[in-house]
């Protein structure tokens, strides 16, 4: 459980759509596939999510003569406005989206236009507004394939997978031979997981145009899904040799790569090479940003997890399998609030919950230090116990997934046993302080009495010695009989004047008697 303990699987991908595939590692979902989910080994059915779009690209004074007859007569000022939104794609979409609309502004039949502002919707997730970008295409030009492509893939990334095999099947029936339409629905059988279907349609669509790039690489993706890893290489070098430049060559070979020669990390550089190939062409692609993020978790690199990760979620926001990694990877940084605040984002969404209160258990239960959401350590421990007991509760789960969190359950538990024993020793401690102190106080006291009364007496002595000794009426010391054991005469003190006679009477010490008294009166 500790040290990357963001990423427990093993990896196993079912790559995507004709001209290329949006897929993930385990956490990183794609089109069509069947992943090791990121918190257990079991292999897991995994959400529809959505291909790659059809892509337009931008217009030179070339493109004239291969521009649709609807677009020949497009002015320069709308093209100049949608090249400028086709080099911002991948920078600022809102940019993009801006230039897009001026161009359709000047020219609202500019189907590449459309075509390409509703794919930035798709990317955004708002569907309805894709949608009708391609709608309004197709009411311009109805073969316009680009648009059917694109409105096919925003009914699969909304998990409508029913609607868009209708759709396909119509558009077959209406457009019988195009190739296009019969790859997208191969792709389907795929998502379907179909695979011998795919297979077997992508091998009729070769005997049609056997240099029909999309069917090669809907067959490469069949063997691969299939183990048949030589076969798909041998599909992927065909398309090579006819097209170099198509992202899905590239993604395929590093999921080759990584389920047959790139099983250790210094391997892998051949697929993170690979992939990023296939983003230097089109960079479009989160589930790719997001297999990245994946590796470089696994290595430990989370500054260039998170680079990718956000790029994926800047492609996809409702994208949370990239979510849950960069949460991940946040983890790994010891970013504790960062991450999780974003594993609370998926949990918000109600998808993924399981993997989610999975993490976020694991999240509390290793904590090294305390962080202001997380509350004090019991009740951080406390809430790591109810995400692992909730997801026991809602995922069935294999008896050795089982055993494993339930003993993270017990660790919570006896973290918090050793938490409660800390606390009630950390309060027997400061009671134990407090009586001490207390004893030290008054012990303190005493002795600050002790010194003052002792130097209160010492202040006597050097008063007295300081008025020297006792005298009798003749002058001598009064000590002098002591020593000498002679009896001391009394004490002389001195004569007083009678205020009735003005004559001067002796007063005798108290000791004297009554009659010695009187005679001393002159």
Known sequence: MKGNTHIDAKLLLIIAIAFIAMMFFAGCPSPKQVIISKNTNDIKNIEVDAGLFSFDGGLTDADASVLNKE???????AKLFFNDGISLMFIDKSRSLDNFNRALELEPNFLKALNSAGMIFLWDGRFTDAENNFKKALIFKPDYFPAMINLAESMIRKGELPSAVSYINEMILKYPNSLVLKNKLAEIFILEGKIDEAIKLSMDILKMDEKDTGAMLNLAEGYYLQKKYELAQMALDNVKEINPKIPMIYILDGYICLATRCLDMQNKQEAISSFKKALEIRDDLPE???NLGF????????????????????????FNYARLNLAN???????YEEAENEYNKVLKTGKESGKVTFDLGILYLDMERE???????????KKAKQYFEKYLADNKISKEEEVKVTDYIKEADKKIRQKEADIEREKKRKLREAED??????AAK?????????EELKNKEKALEKAGPLKDQQGKPVDSYIEGNAKAPEKVLPSVESSDTGSKVEVKSSGESEKGSANSIK
């Open 295 to 318: 590796i470089f978790n696994e290595a430990g690199d989370y500054e260039n997890a998170i680079q990718e990760l956000n790029k994926a979620l800047n492609y996809k926001p409702d």
């Open 288 to 290: 790719i940003h997001c």
């Open 71 to 77: 677009e020949q007569n497009i002015s320069e000022k």
């Open 371 to 381: 962080f202001k959401y997380g509350g004090d350590s019991i009740d951080r421990l």
């Open 329 to 335: 990877s946040y983890r790994g940084m010891r970013m």
């Open 437 to 442: 102190k207390k004893k030290k106080e008054e």
């Open 446 to 454: 005493k002795a600050e009495e002790s010194k003052k009364a002792e």
